[in-house]
């Protein structure tokens, strides 16, 4: 069984930073895309960055330049560094990886970044 278990996460002002991580199990983690997304209340979940087995990033427009996703496929964990954050970037943030078809998710971890 997949298992997502995420950390970071909290409350910081305008300009700040934050890193979230997820750390993985049950799964041969280099092979894997894995994302990040997040739902701010009243809003649906909208995906903000992937980051593909190689490296490869993509991310929403709304965080590039401030957000920085990575990966450690030896210690088969996932990052979120969060910069220059803002007030609009509060959500709760859950990682997402999909696995012969089923998608798993993290627990969820709350951001929240005061004006």
């Known amino acids: 069984q997949v298992h997502l278990r995420q950390s970071g996460?909290?409350?910081?002002?305008?300009?700040?930073?934050?890193?979230?991580?997820?750390?993985?199990?049950?799964l041969n983690f280099r092979l894997h895309t894995l994302h990040w997304y997040r739902q701010s209340p009243g809003n649906e979940r909208e995906w903000v960055s992937s980051i593909q087995g190689d490296?490869?990033?993509k991310y929403i427009d709304s965080v590039k330049g401030r957000f920085t996703i990575s990966?450690?496929?030896?210690?088969?964990?996932?990052?979120?560094?969060?910069?220059?954050?803002?007030?609009?970037?509060?959500?709760v943030y859950s990682c997402k990886v999909d696995r012969a078809g089923v998608t798993f998710w993290g627990q969820g971890t709350q951001v929240t970044v005061s004006s």
């Open 71 to 91: 990966r450690n496929n030896v210690r088969n964990t996932l990052h979120l560094q969060m910069d220059s954050l803002k007030p609009e970037d509060t959500a």
């Open 9 to 26: 996460g909290g409350l910081v002002q305008t300009g700040g930073s934050l890193r979230l991580s997820c750390s993985a199990s049950g």
């Open 55 to 57: 490296g490869t990033a």
